[in-house]
């Protein structure tokens, strides 16, 4: 019988010392959330204090609706919509409410998201009339069996998935007008000096998952039905666990032909660099040399993060939680 009892307890130590080894591999001890809004031509003579502090207090906001979700065990995708869904409902960015305008005058949004996990993802191009851009294409990525809905259709299925419907007019603010009226008597792109504006959002959770998202009225002026990189995956927006999750803002056709976001992983994934090494030689050499101005967020699996840009600024932000302490970081310019 006492022979029983010791095999019994030498049998449960066993099990409960596979069960807490396992949970501390599955398991981080902390979760990270990084934010951009846009990259361009920002600088501390071209941002009044006002605008400076409106835009400290929007992504922190934002930083503040993701870390709800990481620090509650839920998951990178969840925070990165929350995220976002922040951003996109300040006018102060590119990105739903104060999007910027076609060159008929009208806001058209892009938006994507992806799962490092099981590199699931799912983008919307073109919409006009869903209020988060960012809730249709996780929609399309839960949902649908696509990954990339555009135009009439994606509104069409955003409307069978009961997202939140407003009027094309709800997305022109007083400022985007303003500018647009201005530009249309150049009628040229190339003239504007460009802030891109876009919002991006990184995570990683407890369970040691990356996601990304990315959400944009697109460029200025854009016409004919013009997609940018946001949506694309692997331009604008990638995530996979063996490498890195990235959401990238700049000029968007060069983001495409240059596979931005997914080059960041690949250089990692093939040349085993670092994420600060990968995203510095995409984003200032390779692009750099070619013009293509711009930048992008960058987060690895270990919580490493990258906020490498071309241009003289980029909005970023991120929080980091290391299961100990807690480190905050806004910041505008080089
Ligand atoms: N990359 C976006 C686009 O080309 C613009 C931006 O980053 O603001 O559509």
């Not at 941002?47 to 502090?53: D, H, L, R, V």
């Not at 995220?83 to 949004?109: H, Q, Y």
């Not at 967020?297 to 600024?313: E, S, V, Y």
């Amino acid at each position: 019988m006492k022979r029983f009892a010791l095999v019994l307890m030498v049998i449960s130590i066993t099990f409960l010392n596979v069960f807490a080894q396992q949970s501390t591999i599955t398991k981080n001890k902390g979760y990270v959330i990084v934010l951009h809004g846009g990259a361009g031509d920002i600088s501390a003579q071209n941002t009044p204090p006002e605008k400076q502090a409106a835009l400290k207090s929007a992504l922190t906001e934002a930083l503040t609706a993701g870390k709800k979700v990481l620090s509650n065990g839920g998951t990178s995708l969840d925070a990165v919509v929350a995220a976002i869904k922040v951003l996109e409902d300040s006018p102060l960015f590119n990105a739903g409410k104060g999007a910027v305008l076609t060159a008929e005058g009208k806001a058209e949004m892009d938006a994507a998201i992806m799962d490092g996990k099981t590199l699931k993802a799912g983008a919307v191009a073109g919409i006009t009339i869903v209020k988060n851009p960012i809730t249709a294409a996780r929609a399309v990525m839960d949902h649908s069996e696509h990954v990339m809905l555009a135009g009439k259709g994606a509104e069409q299925f955003a409307r069978e998935q009961k997202l939140e419907i407003v009027d094309p007019a709800y997305f022109i603010t007083p400022e985007r007008w303003k500018s647009f009226q201005k530009m249309k008597e150049q009628d040229s792109l190339k003239r504007v000096k460009e802030k891109f504006g876009t919002v991006g959002a990184v995570a990683l959770d407890l369970d040691g998952n990356l996601a990304a998202a990315t959400s944009t009225g697109g460029m200025m002026m854009k016409k004919f039905g013009r997609i940018g990189d946001s949506p694309i995956i692997g331009a604008g927006t990638y995530a996979n666990n063996d490498a890195c999750a990235v959401s990238c803002t700049g000029h968007g056709e060069f983001f495409i032909r240059y596979v931005v976001a997914y080059d960041i992983a690949a250089q990692m994934l093939y040349k085993d660099w670092s994420v600060d090494k990968a995203s510095d030689f995409v984003i200032n050499h390779k692009l750099k040399d070619v013009g293509g101005e711009g930048g992008a967020i960058c987060l690895d699996r270990k919580g490493n993060i990258a906020t490498p840009f071309n241009t003289p600024g980029m909005y970023r932000a991120w929080l980091k939680f290391d299961g100990k302490n807690e480190e905050i970081n806004v910041a505008f310019f080089k």
